[in-house]
């Protein structure tokens, strides 16, 4: 007993200071693409011919642009471009409600909008989730748990994953939605009480990720849950902890 | 584990010799009868070797079997092979380290392993030629796991417990079926399969500019280990090692992913016996460990690190004596919040005894890695068939002998302590020169097979390259390929309340296994 609050005293706070204060990344770390297609050398389309998810539409052209629901962030794309035409920046801000929002071109930050009127009021302060794991490879998995974690600490803002689908408030998707978990997840959906949230979590979620040329898996939540829209798209492969908090916290409208 | 390979080896010419990450003429490797296969690979399975593999893989409209036996003492390989169609007798009668591997070749090309005790379908994906597979599927939608007849015992108190494929935390899916006599478990049934993506096929005609990412999401939580044996694979069939700098690097990578897991695990085995200290901690020091991992490459699980060839980010030396010092530091205090778990006598009265596998039942079923190691099965990829740095740089191996849960945690507190000095002293004296060579064109009709000691225990992978040198054939083997059978066993005759706690235990890959 002694031993342990001997250690917790040596121990001091763990929780990150974000979002109150900035959040800190380690130097090669890969947030928001910055798309600057005035740097293209002429006809060369190197980024888009290394890239293995085609995550980089127009290469070369005037209008270029990385769609973020593909990129797993290599970096391959920066790297065989020594002109800077794609360069990583370290913001970690990506998520977004819409599809298309997730298209990146420039060097604007991608922010996702808050849940409007009656979904902010009834899930702005408390929101419970049901995790689905649909042939995700445990890589978003490990971050969402760690969302949990001392550092991250998602519950100090009224998040909370739950283990019912009956208690939750929406489910957060992980995978490519592989053939075998389209019905356990369709049924978990199905499970949760309207009205309710999807959020799909990493490039797997959104777009299939690595496997989108797959023959046995849908493509992600989208395609998977067909006809039922997606609330938030969480890029990455897998996604920062804060960038997932970040996404969920504006989702709610906690954000600035 | 006596005698090496070659004392039950009948003739020289039965059996093509190799190791661990050396390319080989694909036509060399000897083609038997059935039969004669049957026996040598009895014989040198009885001599002490181990099955490391079994694929298939289509030749003249028939199945190509190819075996990879291990010789662990010798640090050696051996391949042979023999075509089969329609069926064959199994060899998983008598080699229960065999059963995953017949049911994936029943399950992939159609054919039946005759007499095999345990022949269900095992990850419910199609058949990877155009026929029917063993079960009459042809179609993917077909079926999906857990739809297939269950183990049933049966009597008057006996009853069924289902959980799964979602569970209550953010796990990845799987079935277990439990038939128990009020808490007391008869038996445990793994079903899996919902995650299967389709990798091997996806990698087959590469190497494309997907392979790599593809290989670092074989498993999420061994982007390092699963991609090193990818990379090394491709390495050996173009005929060129890395640099040393970028082998030590690879080094540090792979030991600072068993790190972060092992960190991770113990604060999860906490959290399951309720004590909370550790379990905080060690769920914040786990992400020293990713961090650290970040600092190398800017993905917390090492992907974008590896590249065949070297590693895409080399690091200055300040940059390596700071990531050293904080893992020098990170290991200290996870090493003092791992003590205090284990020094409290409640917590160590309920590891202590639950979920024991005796070393038999691991020998048989072909365990490896901590979960063989805790039963006192003496194996590790990086002593046994060292590759890159390991074959310059030892990191002992540690072994336990009661095979249950305490011993499973215990060990990958040993473990993360050599670990933690490995990495230390590799960033402290890290080779000079480049990280990073050209890679050069693959061999045309090679094999080779690439293993590597991840965090859960040994990778496999079997690369075999077609007449343009492309992927005709890519066999993956997860550690957790062998092991889920081994949590099955942990359970046998145990209280069902012990599952969350023996599956921590475990903490096996869903996606390794389901491919
Ligand atoms: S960083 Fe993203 S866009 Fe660039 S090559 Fe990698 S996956 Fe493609």
Redesign the pocket.
């Known amino acids: 007993m002694i031993d342990i609050l001997k250690f917790r005293l040596g121990y001091g706070r763990q929780t990150v200071a974000f979002p109150d204060g900035p959040p800190k990344f380690p130097a090669r770390f890969?947030g928001r693409?910055a798309v600057d297609p005035s740097r293209c050398t002429d006809g060369c389309t190197a980024?888009?011919e290394?890239?293995?998810?085609?995550?980089?539409l127009a290469p070369g052209t005037a209008s270029m642009a990385?769609?973020?629901g593909?990129?797993?962030?290599?970096?391959?794309?920066?790297a065989?471009c020594p002109p800077g035409a794609?360069r990583?920046t370290d913001d970690h801000r990506l998520a977004a409600r819409a599809r298309e929002a997730l298209v990146v071109r420039g060097d604007e930050p991608v922010l996702a909008a808050a849940l409007d009127g009656e979904m902010r009021r009834v899930l702005g302060r408390s929101l419970k989730l049901r995790q689905v794991s649909a042939a995700g490879c445990n890589g978003c998995e490990a971050e969402l748990n760690a969302t949990g974690n001392i550092q991250f600490d998602l519950g100090r803002f009224g998040v909370q994953f739950v283990a019912s689908p009956r208690h939750a408030d929406g489910i957060v998707v992980t995978g490519p939605v592989s053939e075998n978990m389209l019905l356990a997840l369709r049924k978990t959906y199905e499970a949760v009480p309207a009205p309710r949230l999807v959020i799909a979590v990493g490039?797997c979620a959104i777009s299939g990720g690595v496997f989108r040329e797959s023959p046995v898996v849908s493509g992600g939540a989208e395609a998977a849950l067909a006809g039922i829209p997606v609330d938030l798209f969480v890029p990455g492969?897998p996604p920062h902890p804060i960038t997932i908090v970040d996404g969920l916290l504006r989702l709610l409208g906690r954000l600035g | 584990m006596t005698g090496p390979i070659h004392d039950v080896r009948p003739r020289a010419s039965d059996l093509l010799e190799t190791w661990n990450g050396e390319a080989v003429d694909a036509r060399a490797v000897p083609v038997h009868p059935v039969s004669r296969f049957r026996a040598i690979v009895l014989e040198a399975l009885a001599g002490g070797g181990r099955l490391a593999a079994l694929f298939g893989r289509p030749a003249e409209g028939r199945v190509l079997l190819t075996a990879v036996l291990a010789d662990d003492p010798e640090g050696r390989l051996a391949l042979l092979s023999t075509l089969v169609d329609g069926a064959y007798p199994a060899l998983s009668a008598e080699v229960p380290a065999a059963q995953g591997f017949e049911r994936e070749l029943a399950e992939q090309y159609g054919v039946r392993p005759e007499g095999h005790p345990w022949l269900k379908p095992l990850r419910f994906e199609p058949p990877l030629r155009p026929v029917r597979d063993a079960f009459g599927r042809r179609d993917p939608r077909a079926t999906i796991p857990g739809e297939y007849p269950f183990f049933a015992v049966e009597g008057e108190e006996v009853h069924e417990v289902a959980v799964g494929p979602v569970h209550a935390g953010i796990i990845e899916p799987g079935h277990f079926r439990f038939q128990c006599h009020g808490e007391q478990v008869f038996h445990l049934e793994i079903v899996l399969g919902y995650q299967h993506r389709g990798v091997e096929p996806l990698l087959q005609g590469g190497p494309d500019r997907r392979s790599l990412?593809l290989a670092e999401s074989i498993a999420g939580d061994t982007s390092v280990g699963h991609g090193l044996a990818y990379v090394k694979a491709l390495e050996s069939l173009a005929g060129r090692p890395p640099p040393a700098r970028a082998m030590a690097l690879r080094g540090v990578a792979l030991e600072l992913e068993r790190l972060a897991n092992h960190v991770g695990d113990l604060g999860a085995l906490a959290g399951d016996v309720g004590f909370l200290p550790t379990a905080s901690y060690c769920g914040a020091l786990r992400a020293e460990f990713l961090n650290a991992t970040a600092e190398l490459c800017g993905n917390r699980f090492g992907r974008?690190l590896l590249v065949p060839g070297g590693v895409r980010h080399d690091l200055g030396a300040a940059e390596a004596q700071a990531i050293a010092a904080r893992v020098r530091g990170a290991w200290e205090k996870s090493r003092r919040a791992a003590g205090l778990f284990f020094e409290s006598p409640s917590v160590r009265a309920r590891l202590e005894g639950t979920g024991a596998v005796s070393r038999e039942t691991a020998l048989a079923l072909g365990l490896v890695g901590p979960a063989a190691r805790a039963s006192g099965v003496d194996r590790d990829v990086r002593r046994d068939h060292a590759f890159g740095i390991f074959r310059f740089v030892h990191v002992p191996v540690v072994t336990a002998d009661t095979g249950d849960v305490f011993a499973r945690a215990w060990i990958r507190l040993l473990e993360g302590e050599r670990s933690a000095a490995f990495v230390a002293s590799q960033l402290e004296n890290l080779p000079e020169g480049g990280a990073r060579d050209p890679l050069g064109p693959l061999a045309p009709g090679s094999l080779v097979v690439s293993m590597v000691e991840g965090w859960r225990g040994e990778i496999a992978h079997v690369a075999v390259t077609d007449e343009a040198g492309r992927l005709a054939r890519y066999k993956v083997k997860d550690p957790s390929f062998h092991n889920w059978f081994g949590l099955a066993m942990a359970l046998r005759d145990g209280q069902i309340s012990d599952f969350p706690l023996c599956n921590k235990s475990f903490n096996l890959s869903y996606a390794g296994h389901d491919l």
């Open positions: 890969r693409p980024c888009a290394i890239c293995p998810t085609e995550a980089i990385v769609d973020l593909r990129c797993v962030f290599c970096g391959d794309c920066a065989a794609i990583f490039a492969c | 990412a974008g």
